[in-house]
């Protein structure tokens, strides 16, 4: 029996649905077994009858059929696929995904409930490209696939709202900030074991996104950073910096220890006041319009700065400023100055690693220090990058670096993912922090504000103290001979 096959027939047995599936699919053997003869048979069956009033993909970019045709069936991809991993059904697997698209391109199946919640339940974490031999490229597939549901598939009115929330807020930080006020009262009166209880039942999106909330402090409130910071020694680059929406409310702090850090390397800084969101968020769940205005506003910033580079410390921003090209392909204004925006951008690891650090580093204890570097997925898979942290980390003298079991699983954050999708999001948060802490690590290093905060979830569910720390904090704190208590 031909390995492949064997594969594929484990993985299948495996992704059997039950019987009570709304949407029921049949899948085809392989097709580099099948013969040319039985290349045009469509054993694919689909049972949509539960809703009559459905509509399929519209005219505009629906997923492209050469990308879908592109995969073989091989499954490589199951055992890769977080949902997968804790679903267990075909349907919630890239390669179901792809046969379910397949089908209503060929008019064989509608956007259904039970169509819609598998494409869903995909993280976007991009492990699946990664493992395809075929090089099938399932983000562009999967982002088409979420900007037609966002204009052809109504959801149930508590998900709008929830959705209507988090997209009216956390792209934008001036927003966030008019919030921060009432939520520090709320964290201080102590009141959240309570409401999460409440909102446990009532909704269980609102209860996730209230179990992640970081705790505010008067840094959240504050933009330290000016609008130039000039090089230290000789300048070897003027670049820019991005400060995220998120990132620059919760998590000013890397922000200021990634300034100081190019800085300290020969880098002038340049922070143009006047850019906002990155459009990661949108953009990762298909709303499309908000995600190319955003995308816009963060290229105009940029306009006449005349940088070397375009800095991010954050990966899934990383990861959509550098697909500005793509985002932004159809404005005739806009796509040419987005492909050459993009291709300035650098995930500040890969820019460190790239031109070298000029300054020395001092040890961060006094004793040996075994540090877990956590691989967020829209770095590992999405950007490529995985050495480049490792190879700063270990230049820190005295560090010691370990590796987890299942590195490239993502950790359930995804975006927004943990607050839409929860109970998969926990399950995967609970089993990133059992591989992270089983290492024996006494320090987390985590370059992504969406990981850190999962992370530091189920941390504190499994009762564990490990400190979590952005990768750049380390080396700002080595450069300025900061030891960590």
């Known amino acids: 029996m031909p390995l492949a096959y064997f594969i594929y027939r484990q993985c299948f047995r495996h992704g059997q649905q039950n019987e009570s599936d709304k949407l029921k699919i049949v899948l085809p053997p392989s097709r580099c077994m099948q013969t040319s003869e039985s290349s045009t048979v469509r054993p694919l069956k689909l049972d949509t009858s539960l809703d009559s009033n459905t509509v399929g993909f519209d005219s505009h970019e629906p997923p492209d059929q050469s990308l879908i045709n592109a995969c073989v069936h091989c499954g490589f991809c199951l055992t890769t696929c977080p949902s997968y991993r804790v679903i267990g059904k075909e349907n919630d697997s890239p390669r179901g995904r792809i046969y379910l698209m397949d089908a209503i391109n060929q008019g064989e199946a509608d956007l259904t409930e039970a169509a819609v919640s598998h494409f869903e339940s995909c993280l976007g974490c991009l492990a699946c490209t990664t493992a395809c031999p075929s090089g099938v490229q399932y983000d562009r597939l999967i982002d088409s696939v979420r900007s037609q549901v966002n204009r052809n598939h109504q959801r149930p009115l508590p998900i709008r709202l929830v959705r209507q929330l988090i997209f009216s807020l956390f792209p934008y930080p001036d927003r966030i900030r008019l919030l921060l006020s009432p939520l520090a009262l709320y964290q201080w009166l102590g009141v959240s074991k309570l409401m999460r209880g409440l909102l446990d039942r009532w909704s269980p999106q609102l209860a996730a996104m209230e179990s992640i909330l970081p705790t505010v402090t008067p840094q959240c409130f504050q933009d330290n950073l000016p609008e130039t910071l000039p090089a ?254």
């Open 232 to 485: 230290q020694g000789n300048k070897r680059y003027r670049v820019g910096m991005i400060l995220g929406c998120v990132q620059r409310v919760f998590f000013s702090h890397v922000n200021e220890a990634t300034a100081r850090v190019l800085s300290a390397n020969g880098c002038e800084v340049v922070i143009p006041r006047s850019q906002g969101c990155c459009s990661a968020l949108p953009a990762h769940q298909g709303e499309t319009d908000q995600a190319q205005a955003l995308a816009r506003q963060m290229i105009d910033s940029f306009v006449d700065t005349d940088v070397d580079y375009i800095i991010i410390n954050a990966a899934g921003c990383g990861h959509t400023l550098k697909d500005y090209g793509h985002i932004l392909q159809d404005d005739l204004a806009y796509r040419e100055q987005a492909v050459a925006f993009s291709n300035k951008v650098r995930d500040i690891q890969e820019f460190l690693a790239e031109v070298g650090l000029t300054t020395p580093l001092s040890a961060l204890t006094d004793a040996p220090l075994q540090l877990v570097y956590q691989d967020a997925c829209h770095l590992r898979h999405g950007q490529g990058i995985t050495q480049p942290p490792r190879q700063l980390l270990k230049q820190i003298p005295g560090v010691t670096l370990v590796e987890p079991m299942d590195a490239e699983l993502c950790c359930g954050s995804a975006g927004v993912y943990n607050m839409l999708q929860p109970e998969v999001a926990n399950e995967l948060g609970q089993m990133k922090v059992t591989n992270l802490t089983n290492t024996g690590a006494t320090l987390i290093a985590s370059s992504n504000p969406g990981c850190a905060l999962q992370i530091q979830k189920h941390l504190a569910r499994q009762g564990q103290t490990v400190p979590l720390m952005h990768p750049i904090e380390l080396l700002d704190r080595s450069i300025a001979g900061e030891k960590l208590l």
